[in-house]
T-cell receptor, first 110, second 117 residues
Framework: RKEVEQDPGPFNVPEGATVAFNCTYS??????FFWYRQDCRKEPKLLMS???SGNEDGRFTAQLNRASQYISLLIRDSKLSDSATYLC???????????FGTGTRLTIIP | GAVVSQHPSRVICKSGTSVKIECRSL??????MFWYRQFPKQSLMLMAT?????????EQGVEKDKFLINHASLTLSTLTVTSAHPEDSSFYIC?????????????FGEGSRLTVL
């Protein structure tokens, strides 16, 4: 299994819809995870941190399933501005470095 | 505002020349900074870990003599791409953690887009 694996998409979703992405990870000892958002030709920016079973921030909900070793990101009432690539990030085995998934590309359609 | 700043944001150079990219932590001291590279439509790949006051540690497959890293102060790390070739054209991004924030979050610089002609 890859350290971090994501469905690259693209996901083309109508505005207002709900969309969810999953990400699997291989390091069972990982405690914290992150979802970053990256716009085209820009640097990644933190969207959410995931430490326990999950957390919610407005329209965004991140969940962690340790038994199955995946995290998910749910976006409700999607906006045009949500169009971006979403990167799943997990700690690398044994150290402080982070491994990035290949990203899931999301396009919200008017 | 940005907590990690990178410069230059874009650079175009001729093949065979060297290019230096700077990464600064603005509001905190960073003993460790990370340098990533991202090719089009691919993910960020960690190149090396820059350590203040000591040698950088490089990821497997990254040539340390080609990608020189210097972390001379607690707020500045530099990456020099030596004898650049067109295949080195990429988006180079640095990042650091703020030791005052224990979330483990990485703060990224704005990135430097290198084009080697």
């Amino acid at each position: 299994r890859k350290e971090v694996e994501q469905d690259p998409g693209p996901f083309n979703v109508p505005e207002g819809a709900t969309v969810a992405f999953n990400c699997t990870y291989s390091n069972s000892a990982s405690q914290s995870f992150f979802w970053y958002r990256q716009d085209c030709r820009k640097e990644p920016k933190l969207l959410m941190s995931v430490y326990s079973s999950g957390n919610e921030d407005g329209r965004f909900t991140a969940q962690l399933n340790r038994a199955s070793q995946y995290i998910s990101l749910l976006i409700r009432d999607s906006k045009l501005s949500d169009s971006a690539t979403y990167l799943c990030v997990a700690p690398r085995r044994g150290n402080e470095k982070l491994t990035f998934g290949t990203g899931t590309r999301l396009t919200i359609i008017p | 505002g940005a907590v990690v700043s990178q410069h230059p944001s874009r650079v175009i150079c001729k093949s065979g020349t060297s290019v230096k990219i700077e990464c600064r932590s603005l509001d905190f001291q960073a003993t460790t900074m990370f340098w990533y590279r991202q090719f089009p439509k691919q993910s960020l790949m960690l190149m090396a870990t820059s350590n203040e006051g000591s040698k950088a540690t490089y990821e497997q497959g990254v040539e340390k003599d080609k990608f020189l890293i210097n972390h001379a102060s607690l707020t500045l790390s530099t990456l020099t791409v030596t004898s650049a070739h067109p295949e080195d054209s990429s988006f180079y991004i640095c990042s650091a953690r703020n030791p005052g924030i224990n979330t483990g979050e990485l703060f990224f610089g704005e990135g430097s887009r290198l084009t080697v002609l």
